[in-house]
């Protein structure tokens, strides 16, 4: 199979190529005048053909022609220093058939407000940067963002819970280890949820989405205290009205976009006291992806998100903007019996389970923010200051609230009978395939009444001081200095009782003539309220010449819990260089240079606990818990290159992490479950590559291969590996033990291609494999610590997309500028909608049967047997996507 896709990919690369070589020699032309909002024309400004090193210029009249690729959709960017770069896009040429296009710029002085929600990260160099256009056909089942990461990032993976969860782990850090980010509000997600089953629709609208930055590790000071990633999501600010329908077997969406200007002049010129708003609802339902599992009974999954965005320009020096979520998620099951056959060539076994009872899981979630950002010089630049400099100046202050509130209940009384029975494996004998013995036959019992509350209430005030310098000489510097102090308030109030019973023959076990002894017996009732403060503050110097750019970031960052009284304090430091002549103008980005920028970044990164860690494996809360810590240590180059005249990157970083302190955990489907208290040390080692780039003109794809190690030790134990040699166990006894994270190979795939000939036809192929995660047998994972693995798990989703309607190409390039055939042509029934696609896909292509967890069963001698609980199977869906 391995071999059949890497030929499938050198074919399309070489196709690609040729295909390409063909179609340049057919040449289209494009003629205009550029026009600045002031009427004037735009002199010298730059037209570039993005992707490619195809340009010109603008005359004195603001005259231009450009000969760009026919028949080819092509992105053009028109480009005048201190004016708004202006991007047309979608646009296609026919041979020996010119076609007009005219603009207009617009001044960055007219479009203050702008600047208020422009981020810096989008110019990171090395993070993930995504735009929405390059992940709307991904096939995934869940309708979640976050599970597109483990496509895009490298050292990324959903863990155990697979196709059915959101989570993600990033280089060997579990989930709650993450930074999660909308528009600077922090997101907060369900403490309870225990399987993938059971997770809803998580916060980030992938319909509101205008961007995404994802950073795998050694982020900045201006970010919380975790010790994994950051993903840092922005949510669009539309300039006039849009709205999309979009639906599939497993749920659907609505979204509506829009803008408000106060006249028709300000609205041309997208100038201040312009109010945005866009709105989102989701529904998911998941009960087709789980009548395949291998528990059969009636799934009622219900999932339903409402948020919405509104921003308000007051003037150019003032905005606010305010956010609202509301989420509910239901997950009832009713199971009567499952069937799992599992085992070696030489012993398969086989479990039979009939059920009685149900489980019900609810989770509702509220999010209320408010954000006011003040720009006291209205984004304006100061006049020059000296005859050797010019000098921009720029400060921001922003204000954030936020409340997010989480009512979380877990109802489950379920009794199940199963039957634990040896299949003969010989495939010469008679009863080939059938029972030859039973092992192990009973009922266990388990109930759980679980009520949790969690109000976290968080106020932030941020600044930003952005200094520009530039020289006659060329050279160039730059200065972002960014603080910010808050103040979190978390109340948690926790009703735990739950319980398991095993019996067997009639017995519970493990067997006490005296007593009936429960294992795993909680009831605990909790309730806290403790305070946060934090502060940081840092600064990225930008040093650009003609012959490298240097960029440095320093920061600190500290904050004290009162429920453990600790101080924190976290120093965070990253450094890139690029030994190379800067390009000052877009036109040099497309010569076929091959830029390498080198990246170090080191930093202490130290987690304080929520309330999940505090809670040990018992429901018992300990308040005395520190604050988890890390060194990162990392260093990678970025390469940027051209090939087929696209530009491509290519990053590889290797990392290490020491960590001490550490509250150790096991991970059951996508349940963490913390031991409590500060027990061990450890420590993450590894390698990521990645290349992304354009396959195919317009269609951006990724390729990611990762190598991990990540190892913990307890404190005063020594760790052990036992291992069957002939009739006598062995033991080995090692410094350390695996993590529940820890993952040796992780390779990931999203590739998109046209079909030939038929560019309104897309396939999207989405791959991912890697090699098995640890486990260890329940409550007696210490000394022995995660001896076992799963099986690796590989998965390959498959999706080809038709473009039914698109308005550019059957309404708005025909009228080529004719205003008389546009009102004409414009009486078409679609002329309001932009778009309409619809994908089939299918999930699992391989049908292959992966692994999210164990069910352990103990035989007549009290021995354990783990039976594995397999992910979905193959399935197949419709998707469909209408743009107004």
């Not at 907060?188 to 509101?208: A, H, K, T």
């Not at 952005?466 to 308030?489: A, C, P, Q, S, V």
């Not at 396939?763 to 260890?776: K, Q």
């Not at 994908?839 to 049967?849: P, Q, Y």
Request: glycine content about 8%; hydrophobic content about 35%.
């Amino acid at each position: 199979m391995r071999c059949i896709f890497l030929l499938a990919f050198v074919t399309t690369l070489l196709y690609t190529n040729f295909s390409f070589a063909q179609d340049e020699q057919l040449m289209g032309t494009i003629i205009g005048t550029v026009l600045l909002d002031d009427g004037t024309p735009g002199t010298g400004v730059l037209i570039l053909v993005e992707g490619t090193d195809i340009n010109t210029v603008t005359s004195v009249n603001g005259e231009y022609k450009l000969l760009v690729p026919a028949n080819k959709r092509i992105n053009i960017s028109y480009s005048y220093l201190a004016y708004k770069t202006y991007k047309e896009l979608g646009v296609k040429v026919a041979p020996k058939k010119p076609i007009r296009l005219d603009v207009t710029l617009l001044s960055d002085a007219v479009s203050g407000p702008e600047a208020i929600v422009e981020s810096f990260e989008k110019r990171e160099i090395d993070a993930l940067h995504v735009e929405k256009a390059d992940i709307e056909r991904i096939p995934t089942t869940d309708g979640n963002l976050t599970s597109l990461i483990k496509y895009l990032a490298p050292g990324v993976t959903a863990g155990t819970g697979g196709e059915l969860t959101s989570q993600y782990s990033v280089r060997g850090g579990n989930y709650d280890e993450n930074l999660v980010y909308v528009n600077d509000f922090e997101i907060y997600r369900p403490l309870l949820v225990r399987s993938g089953q059971q997770e809803g629709l998580i916060f980030p609208n992938g319909d509101m989405l205008d961007y995404l930055s994802f950073s795998s590790g050694g982020f900045k000071a201006q970010y919380g205290d975790k010790m994994a990633s950051v993903l840092d999501v922005h949510y669009r600010r539309p300039y006039e009205f849009e709205a999309s329908v979009g639906g599939s077997l497993l749920g659907g969406s609505v979204y509506v976009g829009g803008a408000v200007y106060k006249d028709s002049i300000s609205k041309q010129r997208k100038v201040p006291n312009r109010f945005t708003y866009t709105l989102g609802a989701r529904y998911k339902t998941t009960s087709y992806l789980l009548s395949s599992l291998d528990v059969k009974g009636e799934y009622v999954p219900q999932f339903v998100d409402i948020q919405g965005d509104f921003i308000y320009d007051i003037n150019e020096k003032w905005q606010v903007e305010a956010i609202g979520h509301y989420s509910n998620s239901i997950y009832s099951l009713i199971p009567r019996e499952s069937s799992t056959t599992t085992g070696l060539f030489n012993q398969a076994l086989r479990l039979t389970t009939l059920f009685e009872g149900q489980e019900i899981s609810n989770f509702e979630n509220f999010t209320a923010g408010t954000a006011i950002t003040f720009l006291p010089w209205g984004g304006g630049r100061d006049k020059e200051i000296d005859t050797t400099a010019t000098v921009a100046t720029n400060l921001k202050l922003k204000l954030l609230a936020s409340h997010y509130q989480s009512n979380e209940n877990e109802r489950i009384d379920i009794i199940n009978f199963y039957k634990l029975d040896e299949i003969e494996t010989g495939l010469g004998e008679d009863n080939f395939g059938e029972v030859i013995g039973t092992l192990a036959y009973g009922e266990t019992h388990h109930f759980a009444r679980n009520f949790l509350q969690a109000n976290v209430t968080n106020v932030q005030l941020k600044g930003t001081w952005l200094y520009d310098r530039y020289e006659r000489t060329g050279i160039e510097n730059h200065h972002w200095l960014k603080w910010g102090i808050g103040y979190k308030n978390e109340i948690i109030n926790d009703k735990l009782k739950e319980w398991r019973r095993l019996d067997s023959l009639g017995y519970t076990l493990p067997v006490d003539t005296n007593q009936v002894y429960i294992p795993n017996y909680i009831r605990t009732t909790v309730n806290l309220n403790s305070h946060r403060l934090n502060a940081y503050v840092q600064n990225t110097w930008e040093h650009k010449s003609m012959k490298h750019l240097f960029r440095m970031t320093a920061g600190v960052r500290a904050s004290y819990w009162t429920l453990n009284k600790e101080l924190i304090v976290s120093p965070r430091l990253q450094m890139y260089y690029t030994p190379r002549r800067y390009q000052n103008s877009i036109a040099d980005t497309t010569k076929k240079t091959k830029d390498l920028t080198f990246k170090l970044a080191t930093g202490l990164y130290y987690q304080s606990p929520f309330y999940r860690e505090l809670r040990d494996l018992r429901g018992e809360v300990n308040t005395g818990v520190r604050a988890q810590k890390s060194v990162h240590v990392l260093g990678g180059i970025v390469w940027d290159f051209i090939m087929f005249k696209r530009r491509f990157k290519f990053i590889t970083e290797a990392y290490y992490k020491h960590q001490w302190d550490l509250i150790p955990y096991d991970i059951e489907n996508v349940r963490i479950r913390y031991y409590g208290d500060n027990l061990a040390t450890g420590y993450v080692a590894g390698l990521d590559l990645r290349l992304n780039g354009e396959l195919v003109d317009g269609l951006e794809s990724w390729i990611n291969l990762s190598f991990l190690r990540a190892r913990e030790s307890f404190n005063g134990v020594n760790h052990g590996v036992r291992t069957l040699n002939g009739t006598t166990i062995d033991t080995t006894y090692l410094s350390d033990a695996p993590k529940a994270t820890d993952q040796l190979v992780i390779f990931s795939m999203y590739f998109q291609d046209d079909f030939p000939k038929a560019p309104w036809a897309r396939l999207n192929f989405a791959f991912t494999v890697g090699t098995g995660l640890p486990f260890g047998i329940p409550e007696n994972n210490v000394q022995f610590r995660n001896s076992y693995r799963f099986a690796a798990y590989h998965r390959i989703d498959i999706g080809a997309s038709f473009g039914l309607w698109d308005r550019k190409i059957h309404i708005d390039k025909k009228y080529d500028g004719n205003k008389a055939l546009f009102k004409k042509t414009s009486k078409h029934a679609l002329r309001g909608i932009r778009g309409i696609w619809v994908s089939f896909e299918v999930f699992n292509l391989m049908d292959v049967k992966n692994v999210a967890s164990n069910t352990w069963i103990k035989d007549f001698s009290n021995r354990s047997y783990a039976i594995p609980n397999v992910l979905t199977s193959r399935r197949f869906n419709v998707r469909f996507k209408i743009d107004f």
